[in-house]
Every structure is written in C-alpha cells, then in structure tokens.
T-cell receptor, first 116, second 113 residues
C-alpha cells in the first residue's frame, strides 16, 4: 500500500543532542512537509519542499534542518539549538503541479520526541 | 496572508445529537478548505475538502461542510454523533496556487453515551 512512513514513532533525547526523524513516501508526491504539533496549538509548519534539492522555511524553522536529496525522502534534524523540542512531529506530502494540484495533505503516523 | 479560526477548543455532544464544529477563514485569494480528523497518537486524515466546486461538500463518516463565502465560514456538521466520532478535528486553508496549508488550533469532540 502507498503511504508515508515516519520513524521512529517514539524517541527520547538528552539535552544538547541532535536527532534526525525519518520520513519516506511511496506516493510519488512532489511536495513534502514537516509540521510540529503541541497541545492546543494546532499544527505549525517547520519546513516544506516542493521539488528535490529545494526547500523553504516555514513558520518555526529555527533550530531545525532538512534535506531533500530524493523525491521519496525528507528527513528532519532537530538540533541542540531548538529550545523546546519536546513535541509530536508530523510529516506530510501532497500532489502539486500544473493541473494536478489537489491541495490535500497525506500524513504519516507521527514521531513523538521527548527531551529528558 | 491566510488564517483559520476554530471557535471552541472543546465541544461535547450526546450520542445521536447534532455535531457542529465551527471554522472561519481569511484568505486574500480563493481558497481550498479542508477538514481533517486526528485520533490519539496518530496522523491526520482528510474528512472532506472544498476546491471551488459545489459549496456543500460531503465527506467520510457522514460529515459534511458548507462553504459560505459571504460569512468566510466552512463549518463541519454531522446529523447524528456516534461514539467513534470522538477525536480532534482541524480546519485548514491554503491558496489554490500555493503549497502551504495553514491549520486552526483544533477542536476536541467528546461524545457522551
């Protein structure tokens, strides 16, 4: 079945450590996104990428980094510069392009990061 | 610029009662509008979407929403709530020609037996 796979589902990190969250999709979607979810704050966009080797900052990019070397993969690194990294992280993808845009997002199951 | 306001962070209904979750949006250009549902510790899944076709949109699980341009609203309704509808619901907006979706803060729906 096609879909988005995020790993790990749960992750614990000590303060000062970098951690990378994996996101892989086999939907052949052009665009991929990372959102952060905190209780009562909805989803906030961290980074997004509409094509390979290109990505843009979202609303809360500070302390995060991404890469898009392959269409299927969009890993997110939470660096030690992120002041409050404990959160639920969601990866999503969408179909984009002339005449093909549907607008809807397809989400992975999420990764819960806890900083000890 | 675009934004979404969901009125009421928590809504509680009895099983069999009408569900009404409110969403108002702002957008400088004609928008796409979406409702997503999230169950605990899971990702979001699409309930329904408005993409400038019919203003009354039907989705999965018996939900529907009506796009009202004059009121800049896209409220979600279901005639009769079921226990399995208990979840968090998010309204989202994006411009038709841009890739970023903006989400509301979410509404947690509780269904009482």
């Amino acid at each position: 079945d096609g879909g988005i796979t995020q790993s790990p589902k749960y992750l614990f990190r000590k303060e000062g450590q970098n951690v990378t969250l994996s996101c892989e999709q086999n939907l052949n979607h052009d665009a991929m996104y990372w959102y952060r979810q905190d209780p009562g704050q909805g989803l906030r966009l961290i980074y997004y990428s509409q094509i390979v080797n290109d990505f843009q900052k979202g609303d809360i990019a500070e302390g995060y980094s991404v890469s898009r070397e392959k269409k299927e993969s969009f890993p997110l690194t939470v660096t030690s510069a992120q002041k409050n990294p404990t959160a639920f992280y969601l990866c999503a993808s969408s179909i984009e392009g002339e005449g093909r845009t549907t607008g809807e997002l397809f989400f992975g199951e999420g990764s819960r990061l806890t900083v000890l | 610029a675009q934004s979404v306001t969901q009125l009421g962070s928590h809504v509680s209904v009895s099983e069999g009662a009408l569900v009404l979750l409110r969403c108002n949006y702002s957008s400088s250009v004609p928008p796409y509008l979406f409702w997503y549902v999230q169950y605990p510790n899971q990702g979001l899944q699409l309930l329904l979407k408005y993409t400038s076709a019919a203003t009354l949109v039907k989705g999965i699980n018996g939900f529907e929403a009506e796009f009202k341009k004059s009121e800049t609203s896209f409220h979600l309704t279901k005639p009769s709530a079921h226990m399995r509808d208990a979840a968090e619901y998010f309204c989202a907006v994006r411009r038709t020609n841009a890739g970023k979706s903006t989400f509301g803060d979410g509404t947690t729906l509780t269904v009482k037996p």
